[in-house]
């Protein structure tokens, strides 16, 4: 019996041992399989690919179950959401059943936990959504769904710790983002019925719709304890004990949410009871961020809201929301005023359905007291959607200089002048749209005089002497507008019509016109108006990367739905370094298009004239189209101020002297309202009475390879060019032009991507040919007046007609020419047949002189290439030294590793064992990284010798 017990101990005890081995060897054996399987199978069943940076499992901690972490795991959208992270996260645990692996048929996920995500959320306006992702059967392939999914989703715990989230919905012109959030959630999501309890935590959170900010910035804590039922016709979720807290405000949802497949049921309410009146306030960014913890408050609050019925396509829920506040006070410690008497009655009721125009909106009092300050207002909507009906006012008359003995100042911020309102409107708007005015009642004034603004955020302080807006039913007249910030000034009188269309009608247009004078404008001033700080705080990692504003993708849009007109006179005008005289013209926006015309002024020393106009029409593809009339203008200035000219006319850099262009462009326009190059369709010519050019580097390469002399630096007389840019090239109409004493004609063009072609066609006169060459046809013809005594030089013709081509880089083009072929052919022309006899002897001679220029510029040129290379080759060795260090390294840490775990093994032979594989596997790891990187810097190697090759090559034979 003992020895049966002793040999039952001996083999339980071998094999926990074999099962304690299998523990620690699985995960080491089977990792990168198990990683392989884990992105395969995603990126099988989504429309979306995932990648993992690093990954590992173990057993030991969580047994039974597998723990699975994946680290900078990032999931990247497809097709139009191609390149945006719906999800990028610092790290994955997910707790996995051990023998649902052993097994091998399905591998069942219980638990995962995700920490430091940032998950970026789309909608489209047609509704796509990046998080739709999931391949439909349609999508998959035959083997796809033919082969059953690894993976059994059993979660019964989720978290998410320190997470960024933003939600951007142009369907519904919807935006939230969540900063820093943390979140759990627990209950058995398998089941068909469950309880389900969730906790948040929030620190910021905003949300907007339709333009309107309803939170801003608002820390948010919830705990939700949810009801899950889950059937075949519907998905109900019921509220039951749950607390949400935004900001000081303590509220909570009652009721429950079911969605069927054709609609949506719910009856939800709103009990924020124990919401105080200060409370309240906290979620208005003025109060909270201004010593809100030493305010002190009073009043009442009763703050109401419910949703009950069917939702769908077509019809909404009925809802009663309501907001009262009454005998409210607000006082900041250590200010001396304090704000009284506030009442506040608002809400808004629709009974459900779909006839939108029984939905109401109701603010029939609101008021405050600052002292000897009022403001009071009131709203009510009706018929919204057929006819909307507008009752509203505002009144208030306020002393902006005493603002601060009411509300906390910014340090450096102050407020004077005079705000006095009284402003009432009521009527439909049929009345406004059929021109039926007295039957809609608009009037009052809106009346601002002696502002002044100051604060540390801005260079200079904000003045205006006046500001009157009347309100009429007809339109909104701007009165008067009268302000200064610093030297500049500004004067704005106008109307705005159809105003009432514009705000409650789909397709109402805004029209307005207005006149705008100035005597002095300095938009450098103006435009730097905030002044630059230094950073002193450190650069946010990527799981906190600020999501505060709605991506915006494509160029801004000018508006469908308005008309727009501004007429502009300047006396003078500072922009960009520039200083404009008498600056006049037009500005428009209409029908998606807006418009500059017949603007003008003076400036770079002449005049200057300017059309244009940017059209959306076409969202996708906006293009502009802009002309200008420039007379006697400063060259220097033109090139310095305007980027565009230097791309179009590169020779313009190098000219002195005063121009006058006409130009005009057409093009289609990138997301940063950029011109795209090989877009650009222009026409144009320039003009001078005289033009110094100097320093030209494609002259002086001209002299250098022709041995003509001083074209490289030349006066212009009566110069005049025309060009064209059509498929990203500018394209030059042949003009003549006198380099040096040599008539020429310049052809060719320069593409928007720097690269040239160019023909120059010179008719050289006898006395600019070299005179190296000149001597050695004279020996020619010296040896030819042995067989006739009558030929002279001189009687050679008195020019050559001769080419020069430049074809490359705009900085380092090839320069080639035919003037020693059409020297010889003219030598051979004038001696005739007399001269066969000797004509190798010239051709040698002449060639000889060509030969000898050619070695010298072909010296050069290795020259260069040489240094080109050796440079290159410093650099290259360099980067392979460096990856070699690099390299060397990596091994050296993985041997450290692994005579570290060898060390750890101890004298087991058990653990020395595993100890060996792990250290073979630390060491091959290391060799792989090492091999990486010196591949890597090889590579880099390669390139930098590839390139300076290839920059070796342009240079020319």
């Not at 303590?250 to 949410?257: F, H, Q, R």
């Not at 940017?614 to 906006?622: A, C, G, L, S, V």
């Not at 000219?645 to 940063?672: C, H, T, W």
């Not at 090839?814 to 072929?821: E, G, Q, R, S, V």
Request: glycine share 6%.
């Amino acid at each position: 019996m003992k020895k049966r017990l002793k040999k039952i101990l001996k083999w339980t005890g071998i094999s926990l041992l074999v099962l304690i081995l299998l523990l620690i060897l699985i995960p080491i054996i089977f990792k990168n399989q198990i990683k392989e399987m884990v992105v395969d199978e995603v990126n099988k069943n989504l429309n979306a690919e995932l990648s993992v940076g690093d990954f590992d499992l173990t057993f030991i901690s969580t047994f039974p179950d597998m723990t699975i972490e994946l680290y900078n795991t990032k999931l990247v959208g497809k097709d139009e959401f191609k390149g945006v992270d719906l999800v990028k996260m610092k790290k994955l645990t997910a707790h996995v059943g051990f023998w649902s692996v052993i097994a091998g048929d399905q591998v069942e996920v219980d638990e995962i936990h995700i920490e430091k995500p940032t998950i970026d959320i789309r909608i489209l306006e047609d509704g796509s959504a990046n998080y739709d992702i999931v391949k439909s059967d349609e999508e998959k392939t035959k083997d796809e769904l033919e082969e059953p999914s690894n993976f059994k989703l059993s979660l019964k715990e989720y978290s998410i710790t320190d997470g960024q989230i933003r939600y951007a919905d142009k369907l519904y012109d919807m935006f939230m983002v969540l900063h820093n959030v943390d979140h759990t959630g627990k209950g058995d999501l398998t089941a068909d019925k469950f309880n389900f309890e969730t906790v948040s935590d929030v620190e910021k959170c905003t949300y907007r719709m339709y333009g309107i900010n309803y939170l801003t910035e608002v820390k948010t804590d919830a705990k939700v304890n949810l009801l899950m039922e889950f059937t075949e016709k519907s998905s109900k979720f019921t509220f039951k004990q749950n607390t949400i807290k935004l900001n000081k405000v303590n509220c909570s949802l009652e009721g429950y949410y079911e969605m069927f497949e054709e609609y949506d049921d719910m009856d939800l309410k709103l009990d924020a009871s124990r919401t105080s009146f200060k409370d309240f306030l906290s979620l208005i960014p003025a109060f909270y961020r201004s010593g809100y913890e030493s305010m002190v408050s009073s009043g009442n609050l009763s703050l109401q809201a419910l949703m009950k019925g069917k939702m769908d396509d077509v019809n909404m829920p009925a809802w009663d929301v309501s907001m009262k506040v009454d005998k409210g006070s607000v006082k900041y410690t250590g200010l001396p005023g304090k704000i009284t008497n506030i009442k506040v009655d608002a809400g808004s009721k629709f009974p459900g359905g779909s006839d939108y125009n029984k939905m109401t909106v109701d603010v029939p009092e609101f008021h405050a007291e600052l002292g000897e300050n009022t403001i009071d207002a009131n709203l009510a909507l009706r018929n919204i959607e057929v006819d909307p009906e507008i009752t509203s006012g505002i009144h208030t008359n306020v002393n902006l200089a005493t603002l601060k003995n009411y509300i906390p100042m910014a340090e450096g911020e102050s407020f004077a002048g005079i705000l006095d309102a009284d402003v009432d409107m009521k009527g439909k708007a049929s009345a406004m749209s059929s021109g039926n005015y007295k039957a809609f009642d608009a009037k009052g004034t809106i009346d601002l005089s002696k502002l002044n603004y100051s604060s540390k955020d801005l260079t200079e302080d904000v003045i205006i002497d006046h500001l009157q807006l009347k309100f009429t039913p007809a339109q909104l007249e701007l009165a008067d507008f009268d302000a200064k910030m610093g030297g500049s000034d500004f004067r704005m009188k106008g109307t705005i019509s159809k105003y009432f269309d514009y705000i409650f009608e789909e397709e109402g247009q805004l029209v307005g016109k207005f006149d705008f004078n100035s005597n002095y404008l300095d938009l450098d001033a103006l435009m730097n108006v905030y002044p630059e700080e230094e950073s002193t705080k450190p650069v946010k990692s990527a799981a906190k990367q600020d999501f505060s504003q709605p991506e915006e993708t494509g160029p801004t849009l000018v508006p469908a739905n308005i008309d727009f007109a501004l007429n502009t006179n300047i006396a003078k005008a500072k922009y960009n370094g520039i200083t404009a005289k008498n600056v006049r013209g037009r500005t428009a926006i209409k029908d998606e298009v807006a418009t500059l015309r017949d603007f003008s002024m003076q400036a770079m020393g002449g005049s200057v004239g300017l059309e244009g106009s940017y059209d959306t029409r076409d969202p996708k593809n906006p293009k502009f189209d802009f002309e200008y009339r420039l007379t006697d203008i400063d060259i220097s200035e033109l090139t310095k101020n305007f980027l565009t000219v230097e791309k179009l006319a590169p020779i313009a850099q190098y000219a002195k002297g005063r121009i006058s262009s006409n130009f005009a462009m057409s093009s289609k326009l990138d997301d940063n309202l950029m011109p795209v190059l090989n877009s650009i369709s222009s026409t144009g010519d320039v003009s001078s009475r005289s033009l110094s050019i100097t320093d030209v580097p494609l002259l002086s390469k001209i002299e250098k390879a022709t041995q003509l002399k001083n074209i490289s630096n030349r006066t212009l007389d009566n110069f005049r060019a025309r060009f064209s840019v059509h498929d990203g090239k500018v394209m030059l109409t042949p003009f003549d032009v006198k380099l040096g004493k040599i008539p020429t004609k310049v052809s060719g063009y320069t593409t928007l991507e720097k690269e040239m072609n160019y023909k120059f066609e010179m008719d050289i006169p006898k006395e600019q040919i070299p005179e190296k060459l000149l001597k050695e046809v004279e020996k020619g013809l010296t040896m030819a007046n042995g067989l006739h005594p009558d030929i002279k030089i001189g009687e050679l013709p008195p020019s050559i007609q001769a080419n020069v081509f430049a074809i490359g880089d705009v900085k380092n083009p090839k320069i080639t020419t035919d003037l020693p072929d059409k020297l010889r052919e003219a030598v051979k022309n004038k001696v005739g047949n007399i001269i066969d006899d000797v004509k190798e002897t010239i051709k040698d001679s002449v060639q000889t002189i060509i030969d000898d220029k050619t070695d010298e510029i072909k010296a050069e040129l290795a020259a260069q290439k040489k240094k080109i290379l050796e440079d290159a080759q410093k650099r290259a060795d360099q980067v392979k030294a460096e990856g070699k260090r690099a390299a060397d390294a990596a091994r050296a840490e993985a041997e450290k590793l692994a005579q570290q775990v060898m060390n750890e093994a101890g004298s087991n032979p058990v653990k020395k064992k595993i100890a060996e594989a792990s250290a073979k596997k630390i060491r091959e790891e290391g060799e792989k990284k090492a091999q990486g990187i010196e591949n890597t810097a090889n590579q880099k190697a390669d390139d930098i010798m590839r390139k300076a090759r290839e920059e070796a090559d342009r240079l020319g034979d």
